[in-house]
């Protein structure tokens, strides 16, 4: 397992970058620039991150290739299609966006058409588009596992792999994502070794936040720093463990530098 987050120190050029992540004491990031750079930058970077022994996390495609409107669904598509093959360059582990959303304006919210047949079908639809187009070898298109759309659930998950049937295919697990009643709260780490025991061969990128369950009706969950919620972490760095060591974890979501080097410390004091 790598670990990875936001770097706050300037990168340059190649040097400071392998630095920066470096300080932070991460052994996997994200390049710090995107398809705009030339080739000649490409290279240095991922030179400088072999020597170093830094592993390319993964690469975002945030969009919404199954939007209500067609024109912005075609936008999307194309979005993950250039952003798969970017990923694929740059040998990331993965390159990562959330199935989209049939919310006509919120991208990623909430809706009662998506955990429709047809929502399915939709998502195999286009999963497929995108990887076809690329046919990746080195990296693999994932969907971020969320609370209101597909998959929100190792079998979900499971299912869509079928489906979809490409080995450019994989997993992107985050667990808090998925939290999404009082009996996956208070039973994280039964609901995590289950994820692992279905998913592990396919999983190429995890994310790492915490989650608490408030008192206030109705239910009400909080994502939070790790260390400051329950999820079981211990569950979580045991199973990913047994996985691929190249495996990047990725700090998301805080607001400063001081928040994620407490996660940080937070995790790493479990794995020692």
Not at 52 to 68: F, L, M
Not at 93 to 110: E, F, L, T, Y
Not at 161 to 176: S, T
Not at 260 to 269: D, L, W
Request: proline residues 7%.
């Amino acid at each position: 397992m790598r670990l990875s987050g936001p770097l706050y120190a300037p990168t340059p050029d190649a040097a400071s970058w392998v630095m920066a992540v470096k300080n932070a004491g991460y052994s996997a990031a994200n390049l710090p620039f995107g398809r705009e750079a030339d080739d000649r930058t490409v290279q240095e970077y991922l030179d400088a991150a072999l020597a170093a022994d830094i592993v390319v996390a993964e690469v975002g495609a945030w969009s919404n290739p199954i939007d209500p409107d067609p024109e912005k669904a075609k936008r999307a598509l194309v979005h993950c299609q250039q952003s798969l093959a970017w990923a694929e360059k740059t040998g990331a582990r993965c390159c990562v966006n959330i199935a989209g959303s049939r919310n006509p304006q919120k991208w990623d919210g909430p809706h009662p058409d998506n955990f429709s047949t047809d929502t399915f079908d939709l998502i195999v639809q286009t999963t497929r588009e995108i990887i076809d187009a690329v046919k990746p070898g080195r990296t693999k298109y994932t969907l971020e596992t969320m609370p209101w759309i597909f998959p929100s659930s190792p079998d979900e998950y499971l299912a869509l792999i079928r489906a979809i049937d490409r080995e450019g295919f994989g997993v992107h697990l985050d667990p808090v994502n998925m939290i999404n009643c009082p009996e996956r709260a208070y039973r994280s780490g039964d609901f995590i070794r289950d994820c692992f025991a279905k998913l592990g061969p396919y999983i190429r990128s995890c994310h790492a936040k915490d989650i608490i369950l408030r008192e206030n009706l109705t239910v009400h969950l909080d994502e939070c720093r790790p260390g400051l919620g329950t999820l079981d972490y211990r569950a979580f760095l045991d199973e990913l463990a047994k996985l691929d060591p190249d495996i990047s974890l990725g700090l998301e979501h805080l607001e400063t530098e001081s928040e994620y080097n407490a996660a940080a410390n937070y995790i790493r004091g479990l794995m020692k």
